[in-house]
Every structure is written in structure tokens, then in C-alpha cells.
């Protein structure tokens, strides 16, 4: 059962460009979402999250917005940059209680962002 | 200096033999993980430990699996007799604030 989906495992984006990566879940008992970049022989690095009670969390040149009626939401990376070239994984939890939590991942999408 | 090192970031292993994966986490967290991912697929969920217990495991985590912490800081992955498929990279994690802090991963590879 994939609770989590990324369907486009790879995407190419001329570099200034904007990358739109997307995610679809279907756990309603998912209330935050989380993208993880991971380069290869790495573990995956938080990236940026955002909760069920908002729409839109922007952190520099990454947004991502989240559709709770379709469940689905999606990171944009404004301009996109060669270093961003990487898996990008979206994943989803339930909230923190009492410092546990337990995150689902996506299959991951592997951007490469062209010069 | 990284939050969580997981050693050895390699290890290859013969089918059947016992493998043992090691994370030492740096902060003084009560929550660990390890989840894996085989090649090109997503990453899985293994097991959550907390306070020197298992708190909840995955289909996955089936019998030859096992996770201690045997002095209190190092945080080990038992395999005890690998199989082919269980070849992955092995991720340990903790939590901090919504999230997870990963290690580099151990790739462990069954031949």
C-alpha cells in the first residue's frame, strides 16, 4: 500500500528555470509533509515541510503547496540551480507525539537541473 | 561534524552471514530509526526504538532482525543471517522537530 507517490521518477529543467516536483497521498491521517533531498552516498536532508493547516511554506528559492481536497501537493524551486540535481523525496507523518514520529516516504524524483 | 555517523559505509557480506550496521547519534536524543532503501525504490521504514526498546517495527523487521544499544550510545542494525534481497542502503535516523536527521547511510550489499 503506497500512502505516498511520487509518479514522475525523473524530471530535467533548464538551469533558471522552474522545477515543479509533485506528491500525492492517500493516508487522511497525514497532517505534515516533508521533502528530503538526497545526493548520491547520502542520507536524505530535510529540505522543507510544511502542515496541514496551511496551503503555502516558502523558504528562499523553495515553495510547496499543499491541496488537502485533492490530496496533493508539490515543491517549486524558483530558479532551479545545477546544485539542486538530486532525488527528492516527499514524505508524510502524523504529528509529534511526545517526540515520536514515524514518516512515510515517496519513491523519489531525480531532478537534473541542465546548465 | 555530522549528527548522526552511521559506520561502515560499505559492507559486503556472503548470503547467510550476520551483518551488524552501527549509528551513534550525537545529540541526546530518546528516538531512533532505521529505515532502508534498495536501489532505485523508496524509503522504507524498519523499526523505531525508544528508551532501549522497540516501540514499533515494519513487516519488514521480521526475525532476523534485531536493534540494540548496547552502551548507551551506539545504535546497532543486527541481520542474522542475510539474504540477497536485504542488499540496501541502511539509513539510521532521529527526530528532531518535524523531521528526521539522517546518517550518510551504510550500503550493505549480499552476495
Known amino acids: 500500500d503506497q500512502q505516498v507517490k511520487q509518479n514522475s521518477p525523473s524530471l530535467s529543467v533548464q538551469e533558471g528555470r522552474i522545477s515543479i516536483l509533485n506528491c500525492d497521498y492517500t493516508?487522511?491521517?497525514?497532517?505534515?509533509f516533508l521533502w528530503y533531498k538526497k545526493y548520491p552516498a547520502e542520507g536524505p536532508t530535510f529540505l522543507i515541510s510544511i502542515s496541514s493547516i496551511k496551503d503555502k511554506n516558502e523558504d528562499g528559492r523553495f515553495t510547496v503547496f499543499l491541496n488537502k481536497s485533492a490530496k496533493h501537493l508539490s515543491l517549486h524551486i524558483v530558479p532551479s540551480q545545477p546544485g539542486d540535481s538530486a532525488v527528492y523525496f516527499c514524505?508524510?507523518?502524523?504529528?509529534?507525539?511526545?517526540?515520536?514520529?514515524?514518516?512515510?516516504f515517496g519513491t523519489g524524483t531525480k531532478l537534473q537541473v541542465i546548465p | 561534524e555530522p549528527e548522526v555517523t552511521q559506520t561502515p559505509s560499505h559492507q559486503v557480506t556472503q548470503m547467510g552471514q550476520e551483518v551488524i550496521l552501527r549509528c551513534v547519534p550525537i545529540s541526546n536524543h530518546l528516538y531512533f530509526y532505521w529505515y532502508r532503501q534498495i536501489l532505485g525504490q523508496k524509503v522504507e521504514f524498519l523499526v523505531s526504538?525508544?528508551?532501549?526498546?522497540?516501540?514499533?517495527k515494519s513487516e519488514i523487521f521480521d526475525d532476523q532482525f534485531s536493534v540494540e544499544r548496547p552502551d548507551g550510545s551506539n545504535f546497532t542494525l543486527k541481520i542474522r543471517s542475510t539474504k540477497l534481497e536485504d542488499s540496501a542502503m541502511y539509513f539510521c535516523a532521529r527526530t528532531g522537530g518535524y523531521g528526521y536527521t539522517f546518517g550518510s547511510g551504510t550500503r550493505l550489499t549480499v552476495v
Open positions: 493516508n487522511s491521517m497525514f497532517d505534515y
Open positions: 526504538f525508544y528508551n532501549n526498546e522497540i516501540s514499533e
Open positions: 514524505a508524510a507523518t502524523n504529528s509529534v507525539s511526545g517526540g515520536y514520529q514515524k514518516v512515510t
